[in-house]
Nanobody
Framework: QVQLVESGGGLVQPGESLRLSCAAS????????MGWYRQAPGKQRELVAV???????NYADSVKGRFTISRDNAEKTVYLEMTSLKPEDTAVYYC???????????WGQGTQVTVSS
């Protein structure tokens, strides 16, 4: 059974930092692209960052320079380090595993991030 379990969300003030974690089980982690998406109330889910199996990464323009995605293949965990958080970063953040050779993809249950003073 595939599971992606996010943790690390919470309530922070603008300018503060948070680190999200996503622990995977039931998949061959090394051969999946791992990403973080977010969905704010009334908006569509959007890509935040992705870590490709080749080692490169990609970010949404809105988070470039502030967020960093990393992965630990040995621990089957992907992280999202978020700094200089803004109120517009408020959303439910979802972990995603995407196969590069098929349409197979998995989602976590999401973790809430709220940035408010």
């Amino acid at each position: 059974q595939v599971q992606l379990v996010e943790s690390g969300g919470g309530l922070v003030q603008p300018g503060e930092s948070l680190r999200l974690s996503c622990a995977a089980s039931g998949i061959n982690f090394n051969v999946f692209h791992m990403g973080w998406y977010r969905q704010a109330p009334g908006k569509q889910r959007e890509l935040v960052a992705v870590s490709f199996i080749a080692g490169n990464t990609n970010y949404a323009d809105s988070v470039k320079g502030r967020f960093t995605i990393s992965r630990d293949n040995a621990e089957k965990t992907v992280y999202l380090e978020m700094t200089s958080l803004k109120p517009e970063d408020t959303a439910v953040y979802y972990c995603n595993a995407q196969s590069p050779i098929s349409s197979l993809r998995y989602w976590g249950q999401g973790t809430q991030v709220t940035v408010s003073s």
